[in-house]
């Protein structure tokens, strides 16, 4: 009954999250405007911007925090690894690095590829390179997935700011794919990326057992019948897909996948039917939240999204990696 109580507080407090930062920015709205803008669609320019500008932000910031918090909770149950993140292995900076490919051989060579593709291929090779250097005798440690993650995001965004500087000498989108930012989303950004959050989703619901199964010990998952690897590279393969389209749209954001898994598992345990769903709402309403921080705390200045989820993220990542049993556990 707890749970069910604390899950029903979740949804309800992320609905009612989603409502209020809707009404917070540049141009601000009421409650009661919002809901008559929503259902009677005026034909006015306050609607306009609320329904073309202000919402599709509001909401595509609350289904990438989903997503990506759903990606941190598959990590790190796939890999038994409380550490892991798409950002902390490198899938992010790997995703950055293809985006700004994508758009530097349009540029320069007007030659035409796919960014979405792009990024999808260099966030697979940065996740597979990652776990490649860190493994050791069949397993990858905690700490040595951490220090090979990070030496593979720092190879990436070194290689995004060779193609930035040397080759457009543009800090501006440097500083874009950077930090991040949910600045100019539109509805067509949203039909892009639900689909891929939405199977991501779906196909981790599938997978739970499995990875909780994982969580225990590749030796416990083998006697079971299970096959580490494949499963491995299910889970690789999916939030490689997600997180690439999110960066495509918003750049990196660091954390979410990161701090949110630890604090629904405080809340409602591992093996919890609840699991994945309270990591969407929660994940969705952190990111909201920081993002209404972002473009209302120096108005008309934005800050970077990805700032504000560092703020609070580095610090929680500071106090896990001091855990000794975090430590113990690589």
Same mark, same amino acid.
């Given at each position: 009954?707890?749970?069910?109580?604390?899950?029903?507080?979740?949804?309800?407090?992320?609905?009612?999250?989603?409502?209020?930062?809707?009404?917070?920015?540049?141009?601000?709205?009421?409650?009661?405007?919002?809901?008559?803008?929503?259902?009677?669609?005026?034909?006015?320019?306050?609607?306009?911007?609320?329904?073309? =500008?202000?919402?599709?932000?509001?909401?595509?910031?609350? =289904?990438?925090?989903?997503? =990506? #918090?759903?990606?941190?909770?598959?990590?790190?149950?796939?890999?038994?690894?409380?550490?892991?993140?798409?950002?902390?292995?490198?899938?992010?900076?790997?995703?950055?690095?293809?985006?700004?490919?994508?758009?530097?051989?349009?540029?320069?060579?007007?030659?035409?590829?796919?960014?979405?593709?792009?990024?999808?291929?260099?966030?697979?090779?940065?996740?597979?390179?990652?776990?490649?250097?860190?493994?050791?005798?069949?397993? #990858?440690?905690?700490?040595?997935?951490?220090?090979?993650?990070?030496? &593979?995001?720092?190879?990436?965004?070194?290689?995004?700011?060779?193609?930035?500087?040397?080759?457009?000498?543009? &800090?501006?989108?440097?500083?874009?794919?950077?930090?991040?930012?949910?600045?100019?989303?539109?509805?067509?950004?949203?039909?892009?990326?639900?689909?891929?959050?939405?199977?991501?989703?779906?196909?981790?619901?599938?997978?739970?057992?499995?990875?909780?199964?994982?969580?225990?010990?590749?030796?416990?998952?083998?006697?079971?019948?299970?096959?580490?690897?494949?499963?491995?590279?299910?889970?690789?393969?999916?939030?490689?897909?997600?997180?690439?389209?999110?960066?495509?749209?918003?750049?990196?954001?660091?954390?979410?996948?990161?701090?949110?898994?630890?604090?629904?598992?405080?809340?409602?345990?591992?093996?919890?039917?609840?699991?994945?769903?309270?990591?969407?709402?929660?994940?969705?309403?952190?990111?909201?939240?920081?993002?209404?921080? #972002?473009?209302?705390?120096?108005?008309?200045?934005?800050?970077?999204?990805?700032?504000?989820?560092?703020?609070?993220?580095?610090?929680?990542?500071?106090?896990?990696?001091?855990?000794?049993?975090? &430590?113990?556990?690589?």
């Amino acid at each position: 009954m707890k749970s069910v109580a604390a899950f029903l507080v979740i949804l309800l407090g992320s609905l009612l999250l989603l409502l209020l930062a809707s009404t917070f920015g540049t141009v601000h709205f009421s409650i009661t405007e919002v809901m008559r803008i929503i259902v009677n669609r005026p034909e006015t320019v306050r609607a306009s911007v609320y329904l073309n =500008l202000r919402l599709p932000r509001v909401l595509m910031a609350f =289904l990438i925090g989903a997503a =990506l #918090a759903v990606s941190g909770e598959g990590l790190q149950l796939t890999l038994k690894n409380p550490l892991a993140d798409p950002y902390i292995i490198g899938i992010s900076a790997g995703a950055s690095f293809g985006a700004v490919l994508s758009l530097f051989l349009r540029e320069v060579f007007r030659f035409t590829i796919s960014l979405e593709l792009l990024s999808l291929f260099f966030a697979l090779t940065a996740a597979f390179l990652t776990y490649y250097v860190a493994r050791r005798g069949g397993s #990858a440690s905690v700490t040595s997935l951490i220090l090979s993650g990070v030496i &593979i995001s720092f190879l990436f965004n070194a290689a995004v700011t060779f193609l930035v500087v040397f080759a457009w000498r543009n &800090i501006i989108t440097l500083h874009f794919w950077s930090l991040g930012s949910l600045s100019g989303v539109s509805w067509e950004d949203i039909l892009k990326f639900t689909p891929f959050a939405v199977i991501q989703f779906l196909a981790f619901m599938v997978l739970r057992r499995k990875m909780i199964i994982m969580a225990a010990g590749e030796e416990h998952a083998i006697t079971v019948g299970l096959n580490p690897e494949r499963i491995k590279g299910a889970v690789f393969f999916l939030v490689a897909l997600t997180v690439s389209i999110a960066v495509s749209i918003a750049g990196l954001i660091g954390f979410v996948g990161l701090v949110i898994p630890h604090i629904v598992r405080m809340i409602f345990g591992v093996d919890s039917r609840a699991g994945l769903l309270a990591n969407s709402l929660v994940g969705g309403a952190f990111l909201v939240a920081c993002d209404t921080v #972002a473009r209302t705390l120096f108005q008309p200045t934005e800050l970077p999204i990805g700032a504000i989820t560092a703020l609070v993220g580095a610090p929680v990542f500071i106090y896990l990696l001091r855990r000794k049993e975090v &430590i113990g556990s690589g």
